[in-house]
């Protein structure tokens, strides 16, 4: 079988932004020339600029007035619009998944991956924090109703998750999620950075700056690295991204070396990747893909210890952990990581094979080897 030349129908949630899982969804596209990609609404800058010439379906949604500024407004109405997708005709359905894409119909004969980058957060592993900070103030007052219709959906998330021949997660922090949410087994299958993008050289020369990259959002905690260099004003930390909470951030900047560049060109933010000292990354992610990108260039890693850093970083080798989540903590990191002696292709070496676009590609294909056998009975 010449499985580049299915017909795969790659389905993604609602493309209204591009990170990590946009990065996994341009490679699935790319594997498969025959492939059609299915999505409830997207934002027609984000398929402009990341999936040019790509078939696109999308729901009923795609209509709605305003909907790619107000789609979470219409939480209840995604659920609908998976299931109305129609399947007929191809060969394989992937899904690419964080919240609802894994709830598609799917018929009975077609092989059906689902490639979890978490379950569900708002309904699962983060629902108190969602439901108790996250609620806007306007809608303080609906609180009962919004946990009752949350708990709803999660009914929902839990069948949807039951429908996948195959069900794939990007870390085993995922997998040990999905067996306690979804209880059902899935199998690692971990996303990657491009060396050919993420480049280091021995002639490389290292500048005395720190660096933060991503999404500025409230969980990705940037104020505690902020808080730790006003903290340590004779040192640089450099940030690069944009985000709702970019204005907040702003405004507890107090040191003259702390710059907030906001969006950069690719070209910088490699530069800023190569170049560094040191990466901080002050998040619980479910996986995180840039501490890859960071030691791909070969600049180690300072990491709050848990969830899929440490899976991606070795300690002492690629970088080292903090325990809490909070400045002071990061401070005595920052300091430990200064008394020790890292080598950059060491670095390097840790991740660029485990983590490349080829290692993601081939097991991919081992895993649709797998459900092709698992449709006819061969293995259990």
């Known amino acids: 079988m010449d499985l580049k030349n299915l017909k795969v129908a790659i389905v993604s949630e609602s493309l209204t932004q591009f990170g990590g899982a946009e990065v996994v969804l341009k490679k699935l596209i790319d594997m498969f020339p025959k492939s059609v990609l299915f999505t409830p609404l997207y934002s027609t800058e984000i398929i402009n600029k990341h999936f040019p010439n790509v078939k696109i379906v999308s729901s009923f949604l795609q ?14 109405c995604l659920p609908i619009a998976f299931e109305s997708f129609n399947f007929r005709g191809f060969d394989l359905v992937i899904s690419n998944t964080s919240s609802f ?13 689902a490639y979890v980058h ?12 969602y439901t108790n900070e996250n609620i806007p103030l306007f809608l303080k007052p609906f609180r009962k109703f919004i946990i009752k219709n949350l ?20 870390s085993q922090n995922i997998l040990n999620r999905i067996s306690k949410y979804y209880h059902r087994k899935s ?29 500025l959002v409230s969980y990705k905690k940037f104020d505690i690295a902020i808080d730790a260099f006003n903290q340590m004003p004779t040192k640089i930390l450099i940030i690069a991204g944009t985000g709702n909470q970019y204005k ?8 003259k070396n702390i710059h907030l560049l906001g969006r950069v060109s690719i070209d910088k933010y490699v530069k800023y990747y190569r170049e560094a000292k040191g990466y901080i990354f002050t998040p619980l992610e479910d996986f995180g893909i840039t501490p890859i990108e960071s030691m791909m260039s070969g600049t180690p890693v300072i990491a709050y210890g848990v969830g899929g850093a440490l899976e991606t970083v070795k ?26 002696s890292f080598n950059s292709l060491k670095v390097r070496s840790s991740v660029v094979d485990k983590f490349s676009p080829t290692n993601f590609e081939n097991s991919m294909l081992k895993y649709i080897e797998r459900v092709f056998k698992l449709k006819k009975g061969d293995i259990s």
């Open 315 to 340: 300690e002492n080798i690629s970088g080292i952990f903090f325990k809490h989540q909070n400045s002071n903590s990061l401070i005595g990191a920052i300091k430990r990581f200064e008394s020790l």
């Open 187 to 215: 199998f690692i299958l971990y996303p990657f950075a491009d060396p050919n993008i993420f480049k280091f050289s021995k002639n490389n020369i290292k500048k005395d700056y720190y660096f933060m990259s991503g999404r």
């Open 151 to 170: 708990l709803n959906i999660r009914k929902w998330d839990l069948e949807a998750s039951k429908k996948a021949d195959l069900m794939l997660g990007n």
């Open 118 to 129: 978490s379950p569900t957060r708002y309904l699962w592993s983060d629902f108190e924090s």
């Open 248 to 255: 907040k951030l702003q405004k507890i900047i107090k040191s």
């Open 101 to 113: 894409s894994k709830g598609v119909n799917v018929p009975k004969d077609i092989p059906f991956i």
């Open 63 to 76: 209509k709605k007035f305003l909907i790619t500024k107000l789609h979470r407004f219409y939480i209840n």
